[in-house]
């Protein structure tokens, strides 16, 4: 079985001088607005005005209750806040404007939202709603990619599969780095299939670019589909093989020079003149890049992280829960993305197989290998990566599962004469029908009913579905309808309950409560990470559905708008010492504590001073003014030394030190952090003041 390719039209003749524009074939070129509207030529017409309509409805659906979530994660949101104040801290991605410390991801992720805050001001729209557009350009680049090949029902299919996604629906209303990456990696397979048609360069140099700007979001994760899509392109892509190495060599420049620039900006930068690097120990962003950020996300050796130094803790999985083929299946996070992956494995099998035959440079089977080798890469290293690893990661595999669903389903629609193709569509909604059962099984309190209507009527379109090439198209319609429905009933459920929850904090996972339980040390299933168990300090119990996540729109400085997802009552809120002892969240900032922060502010570089970033940041949130992050996101990074901190101290730029907060005192992790040092001395040195439940040590009033 094999596709029909479609024609290489040749390039267009251009007009005599004074002849009206055209478009291919001689017709007059169409106005703007309706080539927007109407689309190709070749499209149905109802095509581009369903495509349009469904990206208003992902961004209105994106965009609903998005103020639920606040600040969301205070720690970017903290640098993003610094970002509009100061183009300093906007280009090195500082926590604070005075740049003490960065956070510890380059900056690429901050600078859309600075910007919109710069504009718009401080508040959760004006961060979040960037995230929104990158979800909706997300969906808009899948539809454009799968349509350049297959049919417009293909590429809608994409998009809904991809924007129900939980998971997705979590991440792009969210402050986090993921939600740009996965557009830059969907953009970057883009590109690659475009030059894969006719073996442009300048296609696979913008795929290069692609990937640069996405290792400015989160570093080396931005490589993961390298491999892949360099295999694909040397061995599928049209020309001789030695211009098609040429290519990928000058895709590679393109790769450093894209991402090169900034990283080679902050390595030449004089250390004196810019803020600490946050999550080094050296104060390297490389040593950062290769080390917490790189290498020790696989093999668990990450100085400075929580439990750095020895993630792995046997029995087939870390702190961070089970490792294994089976870990985009488990209950710790299955119900983010795993709804559409046995579909998308399967699909990916069958579409191979169509395409097995097919010449060479045959763009159907490049773009299913395209597509399928990016999720087959990313999937294994999540699933075997020892490091930290959070559910909310899997939002990377969203696109690759959706583009190889729509492909996969059209492929086999189209060829269902053929009892092998319509069997393996059959038992594909079957299955992910099954699983679907499985996965709203584990909650089995939310809409209880529908794990049975779905098992029992996709188990009933994938028998039509499988027989639809022997029945007529009405019935055969029906199964389809039924089988698409039941397919993504499922994470649909999952998706409105995400939209209507508020999500804040350090992790955060989609769905209702209890849907992705983070096993404890050793994986163990069913429960709920105990952080703190054998660590200094000890640690405190995180909520079920978000470890350590705050109230919904607990801004600091404002009252809750909502409650959490997951949220137990009693469970520990903002500012009261957070999940992790004020690791995961900050505190909820009182009127009476801002006003003391806020107090003089502008006569110091620094209105106060915090163990931990997200502690650090609750207050500048609050205030407006700069609070410098002790030890950074950990507590551990060795930034400031004691000595630093006193020759602060003595020069009078820090006002207030901020008791409690952080992890990291005593090097955690394996750290050089110098935080507990710093807070001995500053108690040991300086007069308590308590307001409320906070504690404060003015820096300016030394003990007698």
């Given at each position: 079985?094999?596709l029909?390719?479609h024609?290489?039209e040749?390039p267009?003749?251009?007009?005599?001088?004074?002849?009206?524009?055209?478009?291919?074939h001689g017709r007059p070129?169409?106005?703007p607005l309706?080539?927007?509207?109407r689309?190709?030529?070749?499209?149905?017409?109802w095509?581009?005005?369903?495509?349009?309509?469904?990206?208003l409805v992902?961004g209105?659906a994106?965009?609903?209750?998005?103020?639920?979530?606040g600040?969301?994660?205070s720690?970017?949101?903290a640098?993003?806040?610094?970002?509009?104040q100061?183009?300093?801290?906007?280009f090195?991605?500082?926590?604070?404007?005075?740049?003490?410390?960065t956070?510890?991801?380059p900056?690429?992720?901050?600078?859309?939202?600075?910007l919109?805050v710069?504009m718009?001001?401080?508040g959760s729209?004006?961060?979040?709603?960037p995230?929104v557009?990158m979800?909706?350009?997300?969906?808009?680049?899948?539809?454009?990619?799968?349509r350049?090949?297959?049919?417009?029902a293909?590429?809608?299919?994409?998009?809904?599969?991809?924007?129900?996604?939980?998971?997705?629906?979590?991440?792009?209303?969210?402050?986090?780095?993921d939600?740009?990456?996965?557009?830059?990696?969907?953009v970057?397979v883009?590109c690659?299939?475009?030059?894969m048609?006719n073996?442009?360069?300048k296609?696979?140099v913008?795929?290069g670019?692609?990937v640069?700007?996405?290792f400015?979001a989160?570093?080396?994760q931005?490589f993961?589909?390298?491999?892949p899509l360099a295999?694909?392109?040397?061995?599928f892509?049209?020309?001789?093989?030695?211009?098609r190495?040429?290519?990928?060599?000058?895709?590679?420049l393109?790769?450093?020079v894209?991402?090169?620039?900034?990283v080679a900006?902050?390595?030449?930068w004089?250390?004196?003149s810019?803020p600490?690097i946050?999550g080094?120990?050296n104060?390297?962003?490389?040593?950062?890049?290769?080390g917490?950020?790189?290498?020790g996300?696989?093999?668990?050796?990450?100085?400075g992280?929580?439990?750095?130094?020895?993630?792995r803790?046997?029995?087939?999985?870390?702190m961070w829960?089970?490792?294994?083929?089976?870990?985009?299946?488990?209950s710790?996070?299955?119900?983010?993305?795993s709804?559409?992956?046995?579909a998308?494995?399967?699909l990916l099998?069958?579409?191979?197989?169509v395409?097995?035959?097919?010449?060479?440079?045959d763009?159907?089977?490049a773009?299913?290998l395209?597509?399928?080798?990016s999720?087959?890469?990313?999937?294994?290293v999540?699933?075997f990566?020892?490091?930290?690893?959070?559910q909310?990661?899997?939002?990377?595999l969203a696109p690759y599962?959706?583009?190889?669903?729509?492909?996969?389903?059209?492929?086999?629609?189209e060829?269902r004469?053929?009892f092998?193709?319509?069997?393996?569509?059959?038992v594909t909604?079957?299955?992910?029908?099954v699983?679907?059962?499985v996965?709203?099984?584990?909650?089995?309190d939310?809409?209880p009913w529908?794990r049975?209507?779905?098992?029992?009527?996709g188990?009933?379109?994938?028998?039509?579905l499988a027989?639809?090439?022997?029945i007529?198209r009405?019935?055969?319609?029906?199964?389809?309808g039924?089988?698409?429905?039941?397919?993504?009933a499922?994470?649909a459920?999952?998706?409105a309950?995400?939209?209507g929850?508020?999500?804040?904090?350090?992790?955060?996972?989609?769905?209702?409560?209890?849907a992705?339980?983070?096993?404890g040390?050793?994986?163990?299933?069913?429960g709920?990470?105990?952080?703190g168990?054998?660590?200094p300090?000890g640690?405190?119990?995180?909520?079920?559905?978000g470890?350590g996540?705050p109230?919904?729109?607990?801004m600091p400085?404002?009252?809750?708008?909502?409650q959490?997802?997951?949220q137990?009552?009693?469970?520990?809120r903002?500012?009261e010492?957070g999940?992790?002892?004020?690791?995961?969240?900050g505190?909820?900032?009182?009127a009476?504590?801002?006003?003391?922060v806020?107090?003089?502010?502008?006569?110091?570089?620094?209105?106060?001073?915090?163990?931990g970033?997200?502690?650090a940041?609750s207050?500048?949130?609050?205030?407006?003014?700069p609070?410098?992050?002790?030890?950074?996101?950990?507590g551990?990074?060795p930034s400031?030394t004691?000595?630093q901190?006193?020759?602060?101290?003595?020069?009078?730029?820090?006002?207030?030190?901020?008791g409690?907060?952080g992890?990291g005192?005593?090097g955690?992790?394996?750290?050089?952090?110098?935080?507990?040092?710093?807070q001995s001395?500053?108690?040991?040195?300086?007069?308590?003041?308590?307001?409320?439940?906070?504690?404060?040590?003015d820096?300016?009033k030394?003990?007698?």
């Open positions: 079985m094999t029909p390719s024609p290489t040749a267009p003749v251009p007009p005599p001088p004074g002849a009206p524009a055209t478009q291919g070129e169409r106005p309706t080539r927007i509207w689309g190709r030529d070749d499209d149905p017409r095509a581009r005005p369903a495509f349009l309509g469904l990206l992902v209105l994106y965009l609903w209750n998005l103020s639920a979530s600040y969301a994660n720690f970017y949101s640098a993003v806040q610094a970002g509009s100061s183009w300093k801290a906007m090195f991605g500082s926590l604070d404007s005075a740049n003490a410390i956070v510890d991801k900056p690429a992720s901050l600078w859309p939202m600075a919109s710069r718009f001001g401080l729209w004006a961060i979040l709603v995230q557009l979800g909706v350009a997300t969906a808009g680049v899948l539809y454009a990619a799968v350049r090949r297959f049919s417009a293909a590429g809608l299919l994409t998009v809904a599969a991809f924007a129900l996604m939980p998971v997705a629906a979590l991440m792009f209303r969210f402050n986090n780095p939600a740009l990456l996965a557009l830059l990696m969907t970057t883009y690659v299939l475009r030059a048609e073996g442009r360069t296609w696979l913008w795929a670019v692609a640069g700007l996405a400015l989160k570093t080396l931005a993961l589909i390298l491999p295999v694909l392109y040397a061995v892509a049209p020309g001789r093989p030695l211009r190495i040429g290519q990928l060599l000058l895709s590679g393109a790769t450093v894209a991402g090169g620039w900034w900006a902050v390595e030449l004089p250390a004196s810019r600490y946050g080094s120990q104060n390297s962003f490389l040593e950062l890049t290769f917490y950020n790189g290498l996300r696989i093999n668990g050796e990450e100085t992280s929580v439990g750095g130094g020895g993630g803790t046997g029995g087939g999985g870390s829960g089970r490792t294994g083929i089976d870990r985009m299946f488990n710790e996070v299955g119900g983010q993305i709804w559409l992956l046995p998308a494995l399967l099998v069958a579409g191979i197989v395409t097995w035959k097919a010449r060479r440079t763009t159907a089977r773009a299913f395209a597509w399928g080798g999720l087959v890469m990313t999937t294994v999540f699933s990566m020892a490091g930290i690893f959070h909310y990661y899997t939002v990377a599962a959706a583009a190889l669903v729509g492909m996969g389903a059209s492929v086999l629609w060829e004469a053929r092998t193709a319509s069997a393996t569509l059959g909604v079957a299955v992910t029908a699983w679907s059962y996965l709203l099984n584990r909650t089995p939310y809409v529908l049975w209507v779905i098992l029992v009527g188990v009933a379109a994938g028998l039509g027989l639809a090439g022997r007529n009405q019935l055969a319609l029906g199964a389809a039924l089988g698409l429905v039941t397919a993504l499922g994470p459920a999952y998706t309950s995400t939209l929850t508020g999500h804040s904090g350090s992790i955060v996972t989609a769905g209702p409560a209890g992705s339980m983070m096993g040390p050793g994986g163990g299933r069913g709920v990470v105990r952080f168990e054998g660590m300090g640690g405190m119990r995180p909520p079920v559905g470890m996540q109230p919904a729109g607990g400085g404002r009252p809750p708008t909502g959490n997802q997951g137990k009552a009693g469970a520990p903002m500012g010492r999940g992790m002892g004020g690791l995961l969240n505190a909820q900032v009182s009476e504590a801002k006003a003391l806020g107090k003089n502010a502008d006569d110091y570089t620094w209105a106060a001073a915090a163990i970033s997200q502690n940041a207050y500048q949130l609050s205030t407006g003014k609070v410098m992050a002790i030890g950074g996101f950990n551990s990074d400031p004691l000595a901190f006193k020759r602060y101290v003595g020069d009078g730029k820090i006002h207030y030190f901020i409690g907060g992890m005192g005593g955690m992790g394996g750290g050089s952090g110098s935080a507990s040092t710093i001395w500053v108690e040991k040195n300086y007069t308590k003041v308590t307001v409320g439940s906070a504690t404060f040590y820096l300016t030394p003990k007698a």
